[in-house]
């Protein structure tokens, strides 16, 4: 067993470099039981945490038991701030917020009102998380949460509803995808305007032994399409699958005959997608993501070339 003395527990239980590694980060991170903990349990895993970076030895306490005060603190305080967080914002709210939000999307798809108001929801379920999750040396200004939200949900609800009005002679199955079409064009733009500043500024970029390079525009854009394509990829089996069994009991007139387990049925299935798909496409690209220093700006190169020792790669931080 590891000494205590050796445990970093600002970096990842699990080695992030392998996907599985990152695939049990995640799990650990969005665990939705996270939820149930009492305000005691929080209290007590944040005192854990506080005293162990404090140096001080905590009598009896074993490796599990800290990483697991590590992993409670996580899922209900803010990194930067250390201020517990709203409850529906946490990463292990992820997936009950999600599920029923999405499920009602599939459920309730074909009116104009319905769409509207779900679209809504959705989108301010993500403006929720997008402040709860800020970075607190940086926060993202009001003004452009504001933006985000309206363009997000504008993005989603003509997207909705266009498409909605252009499928209305196709098969219903097709109509049942048009909800899942919304929320990828909503994550198109929703992300880049929430890091619309790091578009402009640059993200810092470092070597391997966290030595700064500067400040990229290039690795910003490849960290934010990394997001996009994760967050879309989240959505795809719980938006996706569930549309095709649907359609299937649609088919045989058990939604006919039972039309009270649509929305209920919908919910459990993208519940269901989601408890997996969430951790498993948060791994697909590492938190620390690498760039060949020769995609870099031309004066990050210069600034590179003139280093002792040249690293031909660089390191970056997606974000999430």
């Known amino acids: ?49 506080t ?57 309730f798809y074909k009116t104009t009102p319905q769409v509207v108001f779900w679209q809504w929801i959705n989108q301010s379920f993500n403006a929720i998380v997008n402040y709860t999750n800020r970075s607190g040396d940086s926060p993202i200004p009001g ?27 196709a098969p219903p199955l097709i109509g049942r995808f048009v909800p ?8 198109c733009v929703n992300i880049p305007m929430m890091r619309l500043r790091e578009i402009r500024m640059g993200i810092p970029v470092v070597d391997q032994n966290g030595n700064r390079l500067g400040d990229s525009k290039v690795a910003a854009k490849w960290a934010i399409t990394q997001v996009v394509f994760s967050r ?14 649907m359609n299937a009991l649609e088919k045989r007139g058990v939604l006919k005959k039972f039309p009270w387990i649509n929305a209920p049925l919908q919910v ?3 519940g269901f997608f989601l408890v997996f798909a969430t951790p498993l496409c948060c791994a697909l690209f590492p938190q620390r993501s690498s760039i060949s ?23 970056y931080n997606k974000g999430l």
Request: overall charge neutral.
């Open 232 to 245: 879309i990829g989240m959505a795809m089996p719980g938006m996706l699958i569930p549309p095709l069994i």
């Open 293 to 315: 220093v020769t995609s870099l700006e031309p004066e990050i190169q210069e600034v590179v070339k003139k280093l002792p020792q040249p690293p031909t790669v660089a390191y």
């Open 51 to 107: 005293r162990f970076r404090k140096g001080e030895t905590i009598p009896g306490l074993t490796e599990d038991e800290l990483w697991k005060a590590k992993h409670i603190y996580d899922s209900a305080f803010h990194p930067d701030t250390g201020e517990k967080m709203i409850l529906i914002g946490r990463m292990s709210a992820q997936v009950p917020m999600n599920m029923s939000i999405t499920g009602c999307m599939l459920a």
């Open 1 to 49: 067993m590891k000494s205590l003395e050796n445990i970093n527990i600002d970096e990842p239980r699990w080695d992030q470099s392998t996907y599985w590694g990152r695939a049990r980060h995640f799990f650990t991170t969005t665990n939705p039981l996270n939820l149930l903990r009492t305000g005691a349990e929080l209290d007590r895993a944040k005192d854990v945490v």
């Open 143 to 169: 003004s452009q949460l504001g933006v985000s939200y309206v363009l997000a949900t504008s993005g989603a609800l003509v997207t909705a509803l266009g498409l909605n009005s252009l499928v209305k002679t």
């Open 268 to 270: 459990g299935l993208c």
């Open 180 to 187: 899942f079409c919304a929320v990828a064009a909503a994550n």
